[in-house]
């Protein structure tokens, strides 16, 4: 196929299980795979989008390299997504907003139980953590959103293909779960 | 002849008393709720029944059934406005689902699967909000609280105790204990109070259940809030 649609993915604040449970759609990637082909993701090491169709995102934003990814998402994607239970509120990297950061950092690089050579990272490559963890739509557009945590294998494949058979995405109720 | 009222076009009888919520629920049609359970006095704070009567928004759980009136519940707008206030209500306190006992068996989430929410819309306020894990057979999360108050009316007109009331006004709104220390562990609640199992959510939790029936199991995992609703109630009255 000559114009194959082009894919995106990223994880900010997560953990890769979305992008886990995205491969958990098996032999149906073969399938995909006639028909997309996969930009800046964990899947091919490209460093940076370009001209994209489709962005999935997971996690959330917390420091302030994912802040400049997101950015670069919705600049480059057509439809950018929110993947999963972070993308959308937060998730659980958002249970330390109720703790000042300072107090995050001393736990666990000076005060932790079992730090050797306690020091809190300033290398100058380190990006500068948020005082908040936020979900990805405070800080730009987002057209659609997958909740789950993760989202099920079968959610990602019936967002892909509603999208790709050019129909509206729509979740039944059997796919839509925050947990 | 028996008075009736129209709800989305279908003519339903009532009795004198009745809420329209109460006559829609005897009728097998189902509007959503979260601060209304049928056995206590109804409290229409959640906002979630707003049903449109004669042109007039109204809360259906406390507005009563007149003869002819005209109610409109499922349409387009009125299902936008109640996703927008289950929004507003997650975004106000801190409904992390994926690390809650609840999940799965928790209504304010079966009422945001029932409307297809997918999204929270808002910005978060992740507002910051005590826990309380003094008691040795209940938790206490103010994070999932919702002020319902279905603790608090659950204490009072089942359990014969006063052991929870709301306190504070808007933002600072919040549930409070009634005991000198504030604490859960200092009043007379038990594990087998109704107040104890009543909460939609899973602001008030038993200790050592949470994970009995495993996550993909549980009440709302296969099965929507407006069936299970209307099923409890009939069962209740033995149909």
């Known amino acids: 196929m000559a114009n194959k649609i082009r894919v995106a993915t990223t994880s900010l604040a997560g953990c890769f299980g979305c992008h886990m449970s995205f491969l958990d759609i098996d032999e149906r990637m073969l399938q995909l795979a006639e028909v997309v082909e996969f930009d800046r993701s964990p899947i091919t090491d490209i460093e940076h989008c370009t001209n994209c169709d489709i962005g999935l995102i997971e996690g959330g934003v917390c420091n302030s390299e994912n802040v400049h990814v997101l950015r670069e998402f919705r600049k480059n994607c057509k439809i950018l997504v929110a993947v999963g239970a972070c993308a959308i509120n937060g998730g659980l990297p958002a249970l330390r907003n109720h703790i000042p950061l300072e107090e995050c950092l001393n736990e666990a690089y000076i005060e932790g139980i079992g730090v050797e050579k306690p020091k809190i990272p300033s290398d100058i490559e380190l990006p500068l953590l948020l005082n908040q963890v936020h979900p990805i739509h405070e800080v730009v557009k987002i057209d659609y959103f997958l909740p789950g945590c993760p989202p099920s294998a079968d959610v990602f494949w019936k967002f892909l293909t509603d999208l790709i058979e050019g129909r509206e995405p729509s979740l039944p109720y059997e796919l839509v779960h925050y947990d | ?239």
């Open chain 2, 1 to 239: 002849m028996s008075k009736t009222i129209t709800i989305d076009g279908k003519v339903i009888p009532f009795e004198e008393g009745q809420t329209i919520m109460e006559a829609a629920t005897a009728a097998g049609i189902y509007i959503p709720h979260l601060c209304h359970q049928p056995e206590f006095t109804p409290h229409g704070s959640c906002k979630l029944c707003t049903v449109k009567v004669n042109g007039r928004n109204c809360s259906a759980c406390t507005f009563p059934a007149m003869d002819g009136q005209d109610v409109l519940s499922e349409t387009e707008e009125l299902i936008d406005d109640r996703r927008k206030i289950t929004q507003m209500l997650f975004v106000e306190g801190n409904h992390l689902c994926p690390g809650c006992e609840k999940t799965g068996n928790c209504q304010l989430q079966a009422v945001a699967y029932h409307l297809n929410m997918l999204d929270n819309h808002f910005p978060l306020f992740y507002p910051d909000r005590e826990v309380d894990a003094s008691h040795p057979d209940v938790m206490l999360d103010r994070n999932r609280c919702i002020l319902c108050t279905l603790c608090v009316r659950a204490s009072q007109q089942k359990d014969g105790k006063n052991v929870f009331a709301v306190s504070g006004r808007g933002i600072h709104k919040h549930l409070i204990v009634n005991s000198d220390s504030g604490l859960l562990k200092d009043t007379d609640l038990e594990a087998t109070d109704r107040a104890a199992h009543i909460c939609p959510t899973g602001a008030i939790l038993i200790k050592r259940t949470g994970y009995r029936v495993p996550i993909g199991e549980r009440i709302y995992d296969h099965k929507e809030i407006d069936q299970v609703s209307l099923e409890a109630e009939h069962v209740k009255h033995g149909e």
